[in-house]
């Protein structure tokens, strides 16, 4: 072939859509491998989105974008909390609409969009043109930070911003709960 990059047409019908079709379930299970046996099953209408699910502090996190962002309890599959764009706009105001492009600078579509730690949800990918905080207690907005194409690096002493290809400015240490600049690295970044 004399085509460069990545040929994901040739690989995938359907990846180059703009809605993203893959990782999709109205059912999460929680399961005993040693017993083989169902623990617990928590059942959705709309599809949860396997990009967003995430496990911290003894609590699964998921969301449907744009939707609603649920936390369950891990050992009983119970609900703690739950958003919703009809209930908590302004949660969902604050992460912005899904985008739908992708690449090899801002990340693909299957890329995760949601992280999380026992304090912080971090909602950010190539779906968004934001890094929005949520509080893990009960899914509240704690912060926001202008994020078109970064990755992130969750560490103990803070949130790495990873700029996008070819910047020198975007790559800075956040703090978790207030999203406050602690430190800024002229780190150019190729890829």
């Not at 990059?5 to 703009?18: A, E, F, V």
């Not at 912005?96 to 579509?109: A, E, N, Q, T, V």
Request: hydrophobic share 35%; charged share 25%; with cysteine.
């Amino acid at each position: 072939s004399t085509n460069h990059g990545w040929p994901w047409n040739g690989i995938s019908k359907g990846y180059n859509d703009p809605q993203y079709r893959w990782g999709f379930s109205t059912t999460l299970t929680a399961l005993d491998l040693a017993m083989r046996k169902e623990l617990w099953r928590h059942e959705e209408e709309v599809p949860i989105d396997s990009r967003s699910l995430c496990m911290a502090a003894g609590r699964i996190y998921f969301a449907h974008f744009g939707r609603y962002i649920t936390c369950l309890d891990a050992a009983t599959g119970k609900p703690v909390w739950r958003r919703t764009a009809e209930k908590d706009p302004e949660v969902f105001q604050a992460i912005g609409p899904y985008r739908p492009g992708h690449g090899y600078i801002g990340g693909w579509k299957s890329t995760v969009y949601l992280k999380c730690t026992d304090k912080v949800l971090y909602v950010l990918g190539p779906q968004v043109e934001w890094l929005t905080a949520l509080a893990a207690d009960d899914g509240r907005v704690l912060w926001k930070h202008p994020a078109k194409d970064l990755h992130i690096v969750v560490r103990g002493d803070g949130v790495y911003t990873i700029g996008p290809q070819n910047s020198t400015d975007a790559t800075k240490r956040l703090d978790p709960l207030t999203g406050k600049v602690l430190q800024e690295y002229k780190t150019f970044r190729r890829a």
